[in-house]
């Protein structure tokens, strides 16, 4: 079993969850509706935690402490897909967004709560419960949003064309990819593509939506390969402005 390949795919899924945690906690006291506001807050909360754990695989892997790993690195050092670090924008971003990666980030976590590699399989077992959740939330928006008034379906649908390059992008192969699903740790990005779209287009369909021809997308590649937008290190500089004061402090 080759460990750079776990390690590999653990930062992605890490990277991954920690930055678009940190997005979704900047609409804390700013959400649309209390509700929302309480919403996107705790689902901070829950990616955040979820990173946490797979840096503390990458640890007893031999990488750095999962703090250390998370606030010391330069963005060229993440391994995030662009999409997650795109700032909030208004709400139906944020919300078109949501939809789209959670209902991606179900399907890695239910074909990695198989994975012959058990210390991933543990972990994905554990948290998929919550990201089922996250899901149910986004499709349930979108069903109620995308069907509402005129303004609210050009606004997502806006924002659904903005977002879908970038979507694409999470679904970029690792170099590692044949091997860890040679090796059955993880089915591989072009499996969990093909899930995905049939997941998001049976939500549009039920919405005045309609999904552009994603074969006339051009994907924004680089993000799994330390390849980032603008607004990256920005986010992480203020991320780890805290803990830079004193990394050795005990909370």
């Known amino acids: 079993m080759n460990e750079l390949a776990i390690k590999d795919l653990l930062y992605k899924l890490a990277d991954d969850q920690l930055i678009l945690g940190h997005r979704n906690s900047e609409w804390t006291g700013f959400g649309p509706i209390l509700e929302e506001d309480i919403a996107f807050s705790s689902m901070a909360q829950d990616k955040i935690g979820h ?10 892997l031999g990488e750095s402490e999962p703090d250390t790993v998370a606030f010391t690195r330069n963005a060229n050092q993440f391994h995030n897909s662009q999409l997650v670090e795109l700032p909030n924008g208004e709400y139906d971003f944020s919300l078109i ?22 210390p991933i399989a543990k972990v994905a077992t554990k948290l998929k419960g919550e990201v089922k959740y996250h899901v149910l939330h986004a499709n349930t928006w979108i069903k109620n949003l995308g069907s509402s ?3 609210a379906i050009l606004r997502l649908q806006s924002s659904l064309t903005e977002a879908l390059p970038y979507a694409l992008g999470m679904f970029e192969h690792s170099k590692y990819e044949q091997e860890l699903i040679d090796a059955g740790i993880y089915g591989g990005e072009e499996a969990v593509k093909i899930k995905w779209l049939k997941r998001i287009q049976a939500v549009i369909e039920q919405t005045a939506l309609k999904l552009p021809d994603l074969e006339s997308i051009a ?17 992480l500089d203020e991320m780890a402005e805290v803990f830079k004061i004193d990394p050795t402090a005990e909370w």
Request: net charge negative.
């Open 51 to 60: 990173s946490l754990a797979f840096y503390t695989l990458l640890h007893e």
């Open 97 to 118: 967004r949501h939809f789209l990666y959670d209902n991606a980030e179900i399907i890695r976590f239910e074909m990695l709560a198989q994975s012959s590699y058990e």
């Open 149 to 151: 008034t005129e303004e």
């Open 219 to 235: 994907p924004k590649f680089g993000g799994r390969y330390g390849e980032h937008t603008e607004h990256l290190q920005p986010l």
